[in-house]
Structures are given as C-alpha cells and as structure tokens.
C-alpha cells in the first residue's frame, strides 16, 4: 500500500517560539561595522522616472496610457495605505487608475463581477485584486477569473506555473520578488552560484522569490514554520529574503558575516507618534543585522517602494503588449 500523501497546504502560522537561540553557544560577537543600506527609495525613483518617460511618449504617438484597475475589500489599514500608495505612483507616472471598493462582508460574484468588468475593458491594461482577501472569499476562484492577459501582480496559476518551469517565461512576476532581486541587480549583487535562503513560503513572496532566484541560478534554501534550526540555515547563506511577517525573528546569529540581507516584512505595530497611528517592522533586527551583513535594506524604504515601480513597470509592459506599442 502506497503511503499516504502529506498535505501541501498547512497554514504558515509562525509559533510564538520561532526565534533564535539566546544560549551563549549561538551568539555571535558582533563587531562595529556598519552594513551598506540598500536605498529602494532611490532605486525605485530611477525606474519610475524612465517609466514617466515611456507613458508620455506612448501618450505622444498613440494618444493612449495605461490603465490599472484595482479592487480592494474591506477597510484592513495596511491594504488601504497600500493603495493609496500605488494610486499615487501611478497618478505621478501618468498610469490611468481605477478603485472599485467592496465591504469586507461583501459577497464572493461581487468581486467576481467587478473583475470580469475590468477584464473587459479595454482602457484597463492590468488589475490587481488587493491581498489578503477577507476569510469568507476564495481566494483562488478569485484569481482564476483575473484575465492573464491583465494579472500585473503575477499571482495567476499560469503565471506562477511558468515561472516555476525551465524554457518557459510568465506574462508577470510577481511585483515583491521582482522587486528584491531588481535590487540585488542594481546593487552589484552576485546571485549566479550564491546560496540564497527564502524565509517564508506564501504564494505572494515566498515561493515566487525562491523561483525568481533560481532562475538567476542561485542554490535555493525555504525555512518554513516546521524547519528544523532555521538559524543555523539562514547562517550559511550568503543571501537572506525574509518573508515571514514576524518582527525581529532574524537575529544577528542568523546572518552569516557579509551576507546580504533582504527584509520584506511589514508588520504593523501601534504608535500614535506616526502619521498613520502605527509604524512598520521588518523581519531582521535591524540593530544586529546592520553589524553582521554586509548589505541590509530598513523597513520601510527597502523593498516596499520596489514593489510598487514594479507594479507600474508591469503594467505598462501589459499596455505595450496589448496596444502593440513599441
């Protein structure tokens, strides 16, 4: 008798004692050196501006610009300052853009609806259904219906499916991935050859990063939940992608000296001294990370502002694509 599969598909909860050792035999004696910060900020100015340039010219010759859509349920605060954010960029880039706003209670065709409206429209270019959905939507017959044509945020099974394969290219990659690795490009980070691990294995950073990344050939570790010495792993890798939303969970003792560390998390934590009434925290302790690595990017302004140039550069691809603009 066959032994019996072992689902895929537990839920990446974090237990509250993943973290690092704190015994004197896992410490590291940090010294005073100052890793180099990777500026995403600036970064994605460079790629924003020459997309600005791209839009204007494409306004010039055909009279047209890009079109995204976006469709946001319920009022989570990290899911509406997110798009403000993108609505901005693309405001400044010159990208037309379109909000539909749902309740949180509202009904799964309704969300279906609105994508199969934008799908056919044909002013809209690329669309992006603002993740995590609330609990009571499936999630996955939502992005079944997203047009493929039209999936800037790369989440479509075939667009995750291509990535996945050798010989075949995506439409999109999905924008946090092509975002980090953007910036280890733009960096002078070598990949090809280097031991990379991916802590995190969402469909939205996790396992799209660790696909992205053996494609620029790259030996590709994921530290999940249920790994087993998680520090001890992140500790031999000379590149550190953290995607795991749990503050502070990389330590010091996790970071090989003059590894190059990539923090994607985003965890919201209360502070009324803020704008928005909350500050964002990283994955990395920042504090230790910054005297063991070599390169570190802070949150926010590491890897945040990628996501979004990525984003715009996805859809005004999708716009030249489907325009046959040139």
Known sequence: MSPPLVSLDLPDIWPPNFTSSD???????????????????????????????????????IGKVPGLAVIVVGQRRDSQIYVRNKIKACEEAGIKSFVTELPTDCAEVDVCNALLRFNKDPSIHGILVQLPLPQHLNEEKVLDILSLEKDVDGFHPLNIGN???????????????????ELLIRSGVEIIGKKAVVIGRSNIV?????????????????????????????????IVVSAAGVPNLVRGNWIKPGAVVIDVGTTPVEDPSCEDGYRLIGDVCYEEAEKVASVVTPVPGGVGPLTVAMLLSNTLDSAKRILDFN
Request: net charge positive.
């Open 206 to 238: 996790g396992l799209p990063t660790s696909l992205l990344l053996q494609r620029h050939h790259a030996t590709v570790t994921i530290i999940h939940p249920l790994t087993d010495s998680p520090e001890k792993i992140a500790s031999e890798a000379d």
């Open 23 to 61: 015994t004197p035999s896992m410490q590291k004696s940090f010294n005073e050196r100052t890793a180099a910060v990777l500026d995403g900020k600036l970064v994605s100015m460079e790629i924003r501006s020459r997309i600005a340039d791209e839009v204007s010219r494409m306004k010039k010759c």
């Open 163 to 181: 990535l996945a394969m050798r010989g075949r290219e995506p439409l999109f990659i999905p924008c946090t991935p092509k975002g980090c690795v």
